[in-house]
């Protein structure tokens, strides 16, 4: 009763150990399947996010834009010495182009303008943009006319009164906002970068709070679904570079454990297959072979007494 006792222990202990170890080893392999697949995905990311960034252009850009005008001139003119202009850079930290080659672009000037009498007297008055390239070569060259919108005595009167409360406080002024599209498909030439732009007001007698330069981008084919669609886009991305980098991770595998896509004993056992089939193809040849010859043989051996030679009796004399 102990001897069996014992045995049916130690076969307990046996295959505990064994189940122990089978666990482990699973353990250990799907914590480095795991390790891989983190792996895949994260550079999978990686790739996604370096090609978005290098493949799409800055979408919009916006920048201030400061007047100069001489002041030199006599004091006793109501209006200006010259025209206001502004010189503008189209380069981020002084190296980094804002516009990327061939991407149209739609480019316009925001004026923050009072509504005051000089205004309202002041009419249409162009507005020129002209850019240039790092030598200083005017590239394009536009004029845009604008103006303040109408709004009669009676409109403004009752706007004021109505706005009285907020316009005592200054949470609003009496002003308007003038968006002049300068180029409605601006691209920049490879060969001749724009690195800026002169834009000037061609009036004298012009009253301007502010103005902003506004540059937005108007993306096709994949760079419009990439900007209308970035989450679908990015899951397409993201999940495209990770089978993409499985089949190679895959594929190494194979090649470093198997040395290939078959098994060594398969290939082995096909190659046997190979060599057998090869030896008993020489062997029906070699009996085709001698069966021709002696099928060549037989006509020649069917007349014997042609070759046969005479019997010669010899007497034996005692």
């Known amino acids: 009763m102990g001897a069996v006792m014992g045995s049916v222990l130690h076969w307990v202990q046996d295959v505990a150990a064994v189940t122990l170890l089978k666990a482990r080893r699973t353990l250990f392999q799907a914590a480095i399947l795991f390790c891989v697949l983190l792996l ?63 991407q149209p672009y739609r480019i316009s000037l925001e004026l923050q303008m009072p509504e005051s009498p000089v205004n309202e007297q002041l009419g249409m008055f162009m507005v020129k943009m002209s850019a240039y390239t790092k030598g200083g070569k005017i590239v394009s060259s536009v ?18 009164l109505l706005f009285s409360p907020f316009l005592l406080t200054g949470m609003t002024e009496q002003k308007q906002l003038i968006d002049v599209e300068l180029f409605a ?31 937005h981008a108007y993306f096709t084919g994949i760079r419009y679904v990439l900007y209308n669609f970035p989450l679908t886009s990015a899951v397409i ?8 980098l499985s089949v190679i991770v895959l594929f190494s595998y194979l090649q470093f ?16 297959m190979g060599d057998s089939t090869r030896t008993q193809q020489k062997r029906e040849e070699a ?8 099928s060549q ?7 014997p007494s042609q070759h046969s030679f005479p019997k010669e009796i010899v007497t034996v004399k005692h």
């Open 40 to 102: 895949l995905l994260w550079v999978s990311i990686f790739l996604y996010g370096s090609f978005y960034y290098s493949y799409m252009p800055t979408v919009s850009f916006s920048t201030p834009v400061h007047f100069y005008y001489n002041s030199d001139c006599d004091a006793s003119e109501s209006g200006l010495c010259s025209f206001p202009k502004a010189n503008i850079s189209f380069m981020k930290n002084q190296r980094d182009q804002v516009m990327a080659y061939g």
């Open 185 to 215: 498909d601006y691209k920049m030439n490879s060969y001749e970068p724009t690195v800026g732009a002169v834009i000037e007001i061609q009036s004298k007698r012009v009253q301007i709070y502010s103005s902003q330069l506004r540059i």
């Open 257 to 272: 454990i198997w040395g290939g896509l078959l098994p060594p004993d398969q290939v082995r056992v096909r190659v046997m």
């Open 237 to 244: 991305g993201v999940a495209t570079n990770f089978a993409f």
């Open 287 to 294: 009996r085709k072979r001698m069966e021709k010859e002696n």
């Open 297 to 303: 043989k037989d006509p020649d051996m069917s007349h």
């Open 143 to 160: 004029g845009r006319s604008t103006m303040l919108h109408y709004r009669s005595s009676l409109l403004q009167t009752l706007g004021t």
